[in-house]
């Protein structure tokens, strides 16, 4: 007799797949409360952060700029009509640590302050218990670095008016760019927040990024005197283009190629934090 029919026997399902950790943002509203979080609690510390954060380039601009400046006098640039032209070096080395500034602040903020809350205090955790997404955390941490930037270079701007280092009614259009400065450097920041173990790590970021770029992106002096090689990559610096985008504004003028320099700003933005949020999705998910 045969034997009836027996039906296949049904497959095991596999397991679900966890989603990528590079996969796209996933954003709402929601950033939004953990922003304010961070600007109520920094209220109590405003002062003391506000001269900290404003101290140290100060003390660069007087230093180099009227110290320094008295001996080199003015520096020749080229305009952005191609023209050679003699500005005083204070007016110089102004336009370009006010880009420093804002670039160091984020950078601060995204390192050392939000390294704090995601791994010390654990109030990263805590936000996550309500209905906030990680995503939405790390963008809100990434603008409140940015804010940070900007309410720096801002205090540091209110002081060079005062000191008449310039006047160009076109330093109004300097803070949105130095705001995408401050989100540029926030991102880029915050992929060394996600690898750091302890705060030791950052030493690397500031020893082997920062600080050569700040040597190489004409900040206090032009990079027209650099080798033919170390200027090549010295246009692929991110606070190269925030300089070129700035220094033309104190001197009365409009940048040349504002395009490209914003179009390079907003794709280390946009790459950066993608990385970012992937590689800090990886640390949580461990």
Same mark, same amino acid.
């Given at each position: 007799? $045969? %034997?009836?029919?027996?039906?296949? *026997?049904?497959?095991?399902? +596999? ?5 990528? &950790? ?5 954003? +709402?509203?929601?950033? @939004?409360?953990?922003? !304010?979080? $961070? ?12 001269? /900290? $954060?404003?101290? =140290?380039?100060?003390? @660069? ?16 640039? #080229?305009?952005? =009509? ?44 805590? #936000? ?12 809100? =941490? ?12 801002? *205090?540091?701007? /209110? ?6 280092? +310039? ?7 300097? @803070? ?14 915050? #992929? ?7 705060? %030791? ?22 990079? =027209? ?9 010295? $246009? !692929? ?23 490209? &320099? ?12 993608? #990385? ?11």
């Amino acid at each position: 007799m $045969n %034997d009836p029919i027996r039906p296949p *026997a049904p497959m095991a399902a +596999s397991p679900a797949q966890p989603p990528s &950790h590079w996969r796209h943002p996933v954003l +709402s509203t929601r950033f @939004w409360p953990v922003f !304010l979080r $961070n600007l109520l609690v920094w209220r109590k510390l405003a002062i003391p952060s506000l001269v /900290g $954060n404003i101290a =140290e380039p100060l003390i @660069w601009l007087v230093a180099f700029g009227y110290g320094m400046g008295a001996l080199v006098g003015e520096v020749q640039i #080229i305009t952005t =009509e191609g023209a050679s032209l003699a500005v005083p070096y204070i007016l110089f080395l102004a336009s370009g640590s006010i880009c420093m500034s804002a670039m160091n602040a984020a950078t601060f903020e995204a390192l050392y302050s939000a390294f704090s809350r995601m791994h010390v205090q654990k109030t990263w955790d805590g #936000i996550m218990n309500a209905p906030v997404t990680l995503d939405d955390v790390l963008f809100a =941490e990434m603008l409140w670095a940015a804010f940070k930037a900007l309410f720096t270079a801002t *205090a540091i701007l /209110g002081v060079m008016l005062a000191l008449g280092i +310039s006047h160009s009614p076109k330093l109004l259009v300097a @803070w949105p760019v130095l705001l995408l400065v401050g989100i540029t450097f926030s991102c880029i920041a915050l #992929i060394f927040n996600a690898l750091a173990k302890g705060y %030791d790590f950052f030493t690397y970021y500031f020893t082997l990024f920062l600080t050569p770029m700040m040597f190489l992106s004409g900040v206090f002096f032009p990079r =027209e005197q650099l080798p033919q090689v170390v200027l090549w990559l010295s $246009n !692929l610096l991110p606070l190269t283009h925030a300089v070129q985008l700035v220094r033309p504004l104190f001197m009365d003028q409009w940048p040349s190629d504002a395009w490209l &320099h914003l179009g390079v700003l907003v794709a280390y933005a946009a790459l950066a934090f993608w #990385i970012a949020l992937a590689l800090t999705r990886r640390r949580f998910a461990g």
